[in-house]
Structure formats: C-alpha cells, structure tokens
C-alpha cells in the first residue's frame, strides 16, 4: 500500500478495495431510488456480475425531473451552441423535462415501450440528447451510431439491436457543407432488410429531406401534438443503452450498460474524478455517437444537477482556432473535457496561444484529455496556455468511465506528463505477462482489471453473452482484459503504451483496421491485404494500407488504390481517414502466414525494426522499406 500515500485520494481507494459493497452502497445513496436494491454486487453466477440487483429506479428521472423537483427547474441544463448552423438553444430544467416528456410521448405512441430498442441516428443537435433521455424515461433500450459511419456500418447495427424505431435527421453539418443523413438511413433500413422500420426525423432548415409517406413522422410535428410520458419504473439491472464499439473483426460489438450501476458510478464520477458540484457548467466537447459523448455530455453531468453543453462545431475552422476559448466564455464553463488530437488541431493554427487571451477563462478550473494517449508535448502546451490542470485520462467504450485518472475531487496529485495517474477507486488494474503472473513495478505488460469491475462498466455485449465471455474474460480468469499493453510503475502510476490487437485511434476516434483489411480484400483485383495504423502529428495515429494485386489485373495501381479509398469511406466511413494504399509485391509473414503487421507500421514509423525469428522471408522487408521511403515515410509532421 505505500505506493499509494495517505492521502484523500489513498483512503478512498482503500475503501473501494476492502469494502466494495459497503463503499458502492455509500455511493449509491446519491441516486434517487423508487425500491432499493436487495444486493449491491450480485456474484451469483460468476465471471458476470450485476449491480444493484433488485433494485429499481428511472435514469431520466435522475438526470431530470428529480432536478426540477430538488429546486433546479430554472437552472439551465442544456446549451446548444452551433457555431455551424449559427445557432445557440438553451434548455432549463423545467423546460428539459417538458421536451423529454413530450418526445418520450411520441415514441410511446409509435409503439415503443420498456426493452424495446431505438437506433438513434443525429447530429449534434439538442435532439439528439433529448432523444437518448426519452427512451430512458420509457425504459426503451437506445443505441447512438455516430453520423460519420456509412450506410453499411449502420445497417449492421440495425440487423443487431433491431430497433422498432429509428430516430434521425434530415442531414448533419460540417464546415461548409450540409450532410444529408436521411438518403443514408434509407439505404441502411434497406440494406438491413428493415425498409418498414418506423423513423422519427427531424427536417432541419439547412437540408430538408424526402419523407416516406405512411412510415416516416416528421420530429417536431409529433412533438407539438404529444402527450407528455413519465418516467418508468426500471429494474437497476434493465439494459439502459447499446453502444457498439470496433472490434478486431467487422462485426462492431455492441457494448451494454444498465440503468441502476451507470447512474451511481455516472454520478459520483462528476464528484470524484471531476470535481464537479451541482451547478457547474461541464463541457464535453465530443460527439453524441462515441462513449465519451453518451456518459459526459448527457448522462453524466445531468445526473449531478449540472449545465452540460452540446456543441456542433470543429476546434478550428468554426471559425477559427479560438471555438473553444469562445465557447468557454460564452457559457461559463467549468470543466472541460475533450481528446488531445483537438488540441494538436488547435495548437497547428495558434501555437503561441494568442487567441485564448481574447475571452475571460476565468470561470475556467480544469481540462480533461482522453480518447487516445495524451502526448506529453500536448499536454504541457495545454497547460501553459490556459494555465489549469489538464488532466489525462484513460478508459474505453466498455469501461463507461475514467479507469486511470487524477481525481480532481479526491486529490490532486503530481502529474507526469504521458501517464494518466493512478487507477480511480473502484477499479484493480493490474499488469499480466503471458501466464497471467503479474508484472513487477516498470514492467510492461497486459493492462487488466480485476474482477468484479465497479458499476457503470459493461456486463454483457447485446446478445451475445458468450462473446462477452470470450472476448474479455477468458484469456486472464478472473481479470478483464482490456485490450491495451502498459505498466505501473513504482510510484502506482499507470503508463498505457498500445493496444495489443488490431484497433487503432484515428483523432480520438476508435476504428479496426482488420475491419478495413475485410473490405480491401473484398476487392475482386486484391489477393491479400494489410492495414496498420501509422503515427500521425495531427490525428495520433492514421490508417496506412498495403496490398498484393491478382495476377493479371486489367486495372493500373493507381486506379484500384483510388477505387480501395472509395470503398472504405463508403463501407466504413469518412471517419476512418483511410486515404493512403499502396500496392506492394508482397506482405511480410511469418513462417505460419501471419502478416508481421507490428514490423510494417514500425518501418513506417522509422522506428528500429527488429527482425522477427518466425520471419518467413526476411528479403521481403528491404522490398518494404523501399516502397514505404518511396512514399514518404516516415512522415515529417
Ligand atoms: N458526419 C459525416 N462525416 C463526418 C462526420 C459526421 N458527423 N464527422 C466527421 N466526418 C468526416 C469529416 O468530414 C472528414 O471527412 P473528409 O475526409 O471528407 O474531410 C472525416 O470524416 C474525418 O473527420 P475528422 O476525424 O473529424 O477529421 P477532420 O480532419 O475533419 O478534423 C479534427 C480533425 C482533429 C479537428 C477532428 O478530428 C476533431 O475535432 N477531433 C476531436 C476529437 C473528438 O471529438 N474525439 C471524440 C472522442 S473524445
Ligand atoms: P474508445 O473505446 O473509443 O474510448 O477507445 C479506447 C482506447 O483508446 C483505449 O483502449 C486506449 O487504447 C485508447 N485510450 C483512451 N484514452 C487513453 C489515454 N488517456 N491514454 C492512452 N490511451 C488511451
């Protein structure tokens, strides 16, 4: 225990640790519950563990009508501010609790009720969060897919989740532009063989879109005319929402969380890891269709009574290197959280900072960083611009929640540059080797948890219980696996270095390139396919593909790298970033077939190549080297 100090930061890991049930069921009392749970950590059928159990309570009533009825209807709770639309909406309490009704309304009159699921499909709008709290007030299940996946992408989610709505808009925006959205969803419902599905669509004024008569119901029509809902009485341990997430294959997997151990562990995050009260203005500057956007722009800040802000806008661009300075001011943020690669963006334009001294941060008391690894450089130029704490945090779609941070509401501790601090109560993060022998202090290795996780963590991947199992349970018994290589070191410091599959992190935003490798392949003129993920100044990291042609393909190179490009954006996505492919002679193997893929995205990287012993022909990789220096890489940032 003496890594751990003495401090409040210490005693309240400690706590977690000695006493789980007792620590989680003191936690838990800052949630309002119709019926109390009868266990707090249910281990009766052991890898899964529930929380909560027997418990029963509505998340949207925490997160809303609890707050208007506390005393907070007149507080705001939700801005709006689009500097792409050139609009600003904001919500009190009182008035959220109104739009929710009414929205939970609808969706009960189209039929939808407790278990069923809705795949909400939006844009950063105000809707988008409305939408997510209505089906928790109905007790419906909602899955968010992100507007920068295609058709296909969607359409996989549909096929699993099998929504009895589906809730969109007419387009989205990006500088510049308007992205229409509905032509996407139409092909996505077709593709999944689900062209009845009843849709909920928002037209907004940028973009109108074409309505299918007798199944598509226009938002704000239906809103005007429904009937308010109430909220529903949820067992703790009911699905709340379905967020699929990139595995190493093309099939997402879709990640479950419940109401009763997300609100508890939601909520005292605010408190904890954040340091945030009711009240504060919390800003995550994120997206509504990735995990940080689901737990930090709604559910968590609502849950503690806070102003979140939901913000359609770029860090640069919209309009210029100063967005989120001017946002901070504006609205009076508190805390903000985004991914380092906007801040990378930011600092490109404005390296010295200058456009921060045109607004009054001096509501402004500290930034949160994760998504992706907080580079040092990024982290200490933060810093020095804004003068707070940043705060790098590590955690992952699965977990919910930051599982390695610097709890700004327990303890500030020294911060090194490059680790995220140490593990937040509640989570056992430890480091296996091989065997599953822990690693000693400094030691890389594989980042696991110990089981039983704390609440808010997924319990199961929707239907797909085995999946779940085999995926994240099986390898080290008794730990979840999470998919990441790092070490603590002799201090209790986590280092997170890299994944130890194929995902990788494009500007914060988690793709597989074994998911890209798939479509490559598809590729009637494509023998074979390699896709890994190279460093990048901007993005972290960018997905660098390689193939091998057929004999005798009619088309040259560059026409089947340009048609590859075409395919990938319009399989995946234009958030894949997949821009670079080359044709190469052939792949480095191993003896067994396995393409060295960690040798490829090494050379790339111009790092030092270490020749692996199972090499099946270690004269391929000055043919590499070759066509990867032929092409620029390294890549000078
Ligand atoms: N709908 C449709 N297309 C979208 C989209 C959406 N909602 N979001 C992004 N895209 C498209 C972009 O237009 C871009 O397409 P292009 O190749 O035609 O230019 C592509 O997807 C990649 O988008 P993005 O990753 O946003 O890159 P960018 O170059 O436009 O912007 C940053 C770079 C760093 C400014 C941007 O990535 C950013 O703000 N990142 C913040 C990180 C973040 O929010 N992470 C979430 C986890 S915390
Ligand atoms: P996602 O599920 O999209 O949140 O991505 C989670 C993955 O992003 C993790 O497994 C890590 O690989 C990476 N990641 C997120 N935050 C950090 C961080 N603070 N430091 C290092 N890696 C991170």
């Not at 699921?117 to 109905?138: D, G, K, N, Q, T």
């Not at 032509?183 to 689900?194: N, Q, S, T």
């Not at 945090?393 to 911060?415: F, K, R």
């Not at 091998?548 to 234009?574: N, P, S, W, Y």
Request: aromatic letters at 8%; one cysteine or more; a negative charge.
């Amino acid at each position: 225990m003496s890594a751990l100090g003495s401090g409040n930061y210490a005693k309240t890991r400690a706590a977690a640790q000695s006493d789980p049930q007792g620590f989680w069921a003191g936690v838990a009392e800052g949630i309002a519950w119709d019926k109390r749970w009868d266990t707090v950590i249910d281990d009766s059928r052991k890898p899964f563990y529930r929380w909560f159990a027997g418990g029963v309570l509505n998340t949207c009533y925490n997160c809303v009508d609890r707050h208007v009825e506390g005393g907070r209807g007149d507080q705001l709770a939700l801005i709006y501010d689009s500097p792409l639309a050139g609009a600003q909406r904001k919500f009190t309490y009182r008035q959220l609790q109104d739009e929710v009704a009414r929205c939970a309304g609808v969706l009960r009159d189209m039929g939808v009720g407790k278990g069923d699921r809705v795949v909400i499909y939006m844009p950063m709008v105000a809707e988008a969060a409305i939408a997510m709290l209505a089906c928790a007030r109905i007790g419906a299940v909602h899955s968010v897919v992100f507007g920068g996946f295609a058709a296909p992408e969607l359409a996989k989610r549909i096929v699993d989740a099998k929504p009895k709505v589906m809730m969109s808009a007419s387009c989205g925006l990006l500088p510049g532009k308007a992205v229409p959205y509905k032509p996407l969803l139409d092909e996505a419902l077709e593709i999944a063989g689900a062209p009845a599905t009843p849709c909920l669509i928002l037209q907004r004024p940028e973009l109108h879109c074409d309505m299918v008569a007798g199944r598509d119901v226009e938002w704000n029509d239906a809103v005007a005319k429904a009937q308010p809902a109430d909220c529903v009485p949820l067992a703790a341990t009911d699905p709340l929402y379905v967020i699929y997430t990139s595995g190493t294959t093309g099939k997402p997997k879709g990640v479950v969380r419940d109401n009763g151990g997300h609100a508890v562990a939601l909520r005292w995050s605010m408190d904890a890891v954040f340091g945030v009260k009711p009240g504060d203005v919390y800003w995550a500057g994120s997206d509504v269709g990735w995990v940080v956007g689901h737990s930090y722009i709604v559910y968590g800040p609502l849950l503690q009574g806070c102003t979140t802000i939901l913000y359609e806008g770029k860090p640069v661009g919209t309009p210029d290197a100063g967005a989120f300075w001017r946002v901070c001011a504006e609205h009076g943020v508190n805390v903000f959280f985004t991914a380092p690669t906007a801040f990378r963006a930011i600092k490109k334009e404005d390296p010295n900072g200058e456009l921060v001294k045109k607004y009054d941060l001096s509501k402004f008391r500290t930034l949160f960083l994760a998504g992706e690894r907080g580079d040092p450089d990024t982290i200490e130029w933060a810093q020095n611009i804004l003068g707070v704490p940043v705060i790098d945090n590590w955690w992952q779609t699965e977990l919910g929640w930051p599982a390695i941070s610097n709890c700004m509401g327990l303890e500030y501790l020294p911060v090194h540059p490059g680790s995220p601090t140490k593990p937040v109560p509640g989570f056992d993060i430890r480091i296996l080797d091989e065997e599953g022998r822990e690693k000693e202090p400094g030691e890389i290795g594989s980042l696991v948890i110990k089981l039983p996780m704390p609440p808010g963590t997924l319990y199961t991947l929707w239907n797909n219980e085995h999946g779940y199992e085999e995926t994240y349970l099986s390898r080290y018994p008794g730990y979840y696996l999470s998919g990441d290589a790092g070490y603590i070191d002799a201090e209790g410091y986590g280092w997170v270095m890299s994944r130890i599959d194929d995902i990788i992190n494009v500007a914060g935003h988690r793709l597989s390139t074994g998911q890209m490798e798939e479509i490559l392949a598809s590729h009637p003129d494509v023998a074979e396919a390699a896709v890994v993920g190279v460093a990048d100044a901007l993005k972290g990291q960018v997905p660098l593909g390689l193939v091998v042609l057929k004999m005798g393909v009619k088309h040259t190179d560059e026409e089947i790298c340009k048609d590859l490009v075409a395919r990938v954006r319009a399989q995946l996505g234009a958030v894949a970033d997949f821009k670079s492919v080359h044709v190469v002679a052939r792949l480095p193997k191993t003896r067994s077939g396995k393409v060295l893929r960690v040798t490829i995205r090494t050379m790339a990287d111009g790092g030092e190549v270490k020749i692996p012993a199972t090499i099946e022909d270690d004269a391929v990789l000055p043919e590499i080297q070759e066509a990867l220096s032929a092409l620029g890489y390294p890549r000078k940032s």
